[in-house]
């Protein structure tokens, strides 16, 4: 799963981070539709507001599908359908949506299928593993420079393109609720996720799928040109990503500072008392007793070192998808009103 991100840039750095090549082959950045409504966190939380890109077709149907905009949105998907007055009272959680299951829910199934795929942007995110009753936390992020990842950013005015880290690029969903009395539209979203690849699975056993690559975000983004049945092969586990431990002041989202992705080093208490027949035990297993190489005692991942190039394989959800839709069909998509 995927409940706690990190995204330290500013609005203007983030957007150059999000540079891209349209069609024409020309560069550009996209531009935001409402910076000021995001605000950079080294904690960010579900019901906060993340950065999203999509594309500009979604606002502008005579812009063309491969343009991006920025869209500072709310994490928790509230479907256009829901009818109280406060997105806060939904009774369910939407922050993450499980690729095996998410045609068979109304709130997922509907946009997916209209076309309304994100990409969220993070430095990384956060996973807890359980451990003796107690929670170690870890951030998961693309593999960069020391110097890209654990300093604070610059002033936006004084940032070049190649000093820029680069993003966590998550699939996801979106949807526009628009309340009563003709109020100000809501867009928010869910984050994909699938199961965990061999990377982090010793973390937990569901990551977000992550899109890898410019080529993987152009085809997530552009629902005019790429269909439903096509996205789908996009949904997928990576190896391609690090981790490290980092403090517990993480899981207070209250706490907002670099120190939340700093790296630590994991310390492990050591029991002295050891009776006369456990030290016996103990130097039958050292010398008779199966060993374990490359294993800490308490079994617990410290720091991932390599940035393994492995290509994921593909899920059986997908397949399942594949059915369905030979079976339903595929909707035209619908563009959101402009705010």
Request: net charge neutral; proline share 6%; with cysteine.
């Amino acid at each position: 799963m995927c409940g706690r991100t990190a995204v330290s840039l500013g609005a203007d750095r983030l957007r150059r981070a999000c540079a891209y090549h349209n069609n024409q082959g020309e560069r550009k950045y996209p531009e935001w539709k409402n910076a000021d409504k995001y605000s950079p966190s080294f904690n960010k939380s579900p019901q906060s507001n993340s950065p999203v890109l999509l594309s500009r077709q979604h606002f502008e149907k005579d812009a063309s599908s491969s343009e991006r905009i920025l869209v500072a949105m709310r994490w928790g998907l509230v479907p256009a359908w829901f009818k109280e007055a406060d997105p806060s009272k939904m009774q369910y959680s939407t922050f993450n949506c499980r690729s095996d299951t998410m045609m068979e829910k109304f709130c997922y199934k509907g946009p997916f299928l209209k076309g309304k795929r994100c990409v969220v942007l993070a430095d990384g995110y956060y996973e807890w593993r359980q451990h003796n009753g107690q929670k170690q936390p870890y951030f998961i992020y693309f593999a960069q420079t020391e110097q890209e990842m654990f300093t604070k950013p610059d002033t936006e005015d004084e940032v070049e393109d190649s000093k820029v880290r680069k993003l966590l690029t998550m699939a996801g969903i979106f949807d526009c609720w628009e309340p009563q009395k003709g109020r100000e539209a809501l867009y928010s979203y869910s984050i994909i996720t699938v199961d965990a690849s061999e990377s982090v699975r010793s973390i937990h056993h569901r990551m977000p799928a992550i899109l890898e690559g410019d080529e993987a975000v152009r085809r997530w983004l552009d629902f005019a040109e790429v269909p439903t049945e096509e996205a789908l092969q996009l949904i997928q586990s990576t190896e391609n990503i690090v981790f490290h431990p980092v403090s517990t002041i993480v899981n207070n989202s209250r706490n907002n500072s670099l120190e939340c992705i700093l790296p630590i080093e994991l310390e492990f208490k050591k029991n002295t008392k050891v009776s006369a027949s456990s030290t016996i035990m103990l130097n039958w297993l050292k010398t008779k007793g199966p060993r374990k190489d490359d294993k800490d005692e308490d079994n617990l991942p410290k720091w991932s070192s390599q940035f393994i190039q492995t290509p994921p394989s593909k899920k059986t959800s997908i397949d399942l998808m594949h059915q369905w839709l030979k079976e339903d069909g595929e909707p035209s998509a619908k563009h959101p009103k402009k705010q």
